[in-house]
Nanobody, 117 residues
């Protein structure tokens, strides 16, 4: 089993910034990819950004140029820098870990990001 611990959410004004962190621990046999997804009020969960162990990235169009994902393989940790935040970025943000060996997906408990003046 893999455990994911997220941190860094909170309340921020429009135009502000946050950094989310997610650390993986447990039975880790290599990282295939890690990423962030979000679920806004009344919406389905959607991809925000993913990154592979060799730092190849993928972003949702809605966050390109504003959010940056990065990874520290040695620490099994993924980060998401959120800049120029908008009210529509308000959501619960979930960390995802995909195992290199099994391709199984694991999810964090979610961290709330609220963008409001």
């Amino acid at each position: 089993q893999v455990q994911l611990v997220e941190s860094g959410g909170g309340l921020v004004q429009p135009g502000g910034s946050l950094r989310l962190s997610c650390a993986a621990s447990g039975s880790i046999f290599g990282i295939y990819a890690m990423g962030w997804y979000r679920q806004g009020p009344g919406k389905q969960r959607e991809l925000v950004a993913t990154i592979t162990s060799d730092s190849s990235t993928n972003y949702a169009d809605s966050v390109k140029g504003r959010f940056t994902i990065s990874i520290k393989n040695a620490k099994n940790t993924v980060y998401l820098r959120l800049n120029s935040l908008k009210s529509e970025d308000t959501a619960v943000y979930y960390c995802n870990f995909r195992s290199y060996r099994t391709r199984d997906d694991y999810w964090g408990q979610g961290t709330q990001v609220t963008v409001s003046s």
